[in-house]
């Protein structure tokens, strides 16, 4: 939203007062929602409340289900997308046509809007560098994960026999699953479900607006502030954040090469760089495939499960010997100048 110029000052643009963004697909059908919303602006002084506007929404459509499912499953582009993909600099070029196009629309509309408006809602300097969003979108990361951070925990927790009648029951359910491997997909498929609707109690009573939260506006440090909103900034101060730059992309890089020498060092393994490790190595292969063609594979799989969930007392700290083995292989990082 923005506030309008006097009528007396054409040329002069339109300030931010804030905005709302309600998505439809989060409204349930033939539903009146009411709320009211702060209007939010990040200035260079920092995150300030221009105010509040009550909305009342509700979104009328037919609830069929074959129509929600041929909506939701459809393509979200032109077919013509699909068979002759344009690149990514084609699309930008064509998204901001687009912005020019509903900029120009809006700018012969009743009351008129200025293009900065239309800039404004389409989050047209979303691309640009920002420390903020930076941070924002490595908390919305983490956010995606922490599924995957909770189910190692509990895994950690079974596997280290925290609480015995988990583990117990974990024990019994893998050796139903092993034994009649046809249901793991119905199994899983039941879990996700009874998942659902536990968190159906938890969902949202109606639409969310901006958060300043999310956002990381209500911590934004006043540095990160004058980075954002500074096209131009002095020469000392452009050296001050470049040096900081160069620290953050410091630690991008070496997570980089830490990712590409593992992959190395799994190439490693067969390609002989390191003839002992690779003898040894194909060795155990084949160790494994006669020892596995005349076993039973659920006997094997029994026992590899219940070796993984061996209690803490017959367990070693020390690393295992096949990630000893791994960490020793060699990576191309030692080539690199």
């Known amino acids: 939203m923005f506030a309008f110029a006097g009528a007396g000052d054409e040329q002069r643009q339109d300030y931010r ?60 582009l032109p077919r013509m997308h699909y068979l002759r993909p344009i690149g990514v600099a084609q699309q930008e070029a064509l998204r901001a046509a687009a912005v020019r196009v509903v900029a120009a629309w809006l700018e012969r509309s009743e009351p008129p809007l200025g293009r900065e408006v239309v800039r ?40 280290r026999w925290r609480s015995p009648p988990t583990t117990v029951l974990v024990h019994v359910l893998y050796l139903v699953l092993v034994w009649y491997p046809e249901l793991a997909v119905p199994t899983a498929s039941l879990y996700v479900f009874l998942i659902g609707v536990w968190y159906y109690r938890f969902r949202p009573r109606g639409p969310a607006g901006m958060d300043a939260r999310l956002s990381q506006a209500d911590t934004v440090e006043a540095d990160d502030l ?27 890089q070496r997570v980089m090469g830490d990712v590409a020498a593992q992959g ?20 155990v292969c084949l160790a494994v495939a006669v020892a596995l063609y005349a076993m039973p594979p659920k006997m094997v799989a029994v026992a590899g499960g219940f070796y993984y969930l061996r209690h ?14 791994f960490r020793r292989l060699p990576s191309l990082s030692d080539r690199m100048l």
């Open 17 to 76: 007062i804030g905005k709302v963004r309600v998505r439809v697909s989060t409204l349930e059908s033939n539903r009146a929602y009411t709320a009211s919303y702060p209007l939010l602006v990040l200035l260079r002084s920092g995150l300030k409340k221009m105010g509040e506007v009550q909305l009342a929404v509700r979104f009328t459509s037919p609830a069929h289900l074959p129509d929600t499912w041929a909506t939701y499953t459809s393509p979200l």
């Open 120 to 159: 404004h809602m389409l989050d047209v300097d979303a691309h640009t560098w920002s420390v903020r969003r930076a941070k924002a979108n490595w908390f919305r990361i983490m956010g995606v994960l922490a599924w995957a951070v909770g189910l190692a925990r509990w895994l950690d927790g079974v596997q």
């Open 226 to 252: 004058e980075e954002e909103f500074d096209a131009v900034p002095p020469p000392e101060v452009l050296r001050a954040r470049y040096e900081r730059l160069r620290t953050l992309a410091g630690r991008v």
């Open 264 to 283: 190395e060092r799994v190439q490693a393994l067969v390609s002989w760089r390191d003839p002992r490790a690779s003898r040894i190595f194909v060795g």
């Open 312 to 325: 803490p007392m017959f367990r070693d700290p020390m690393p295992p010997a096949a990630v000893n083995f």
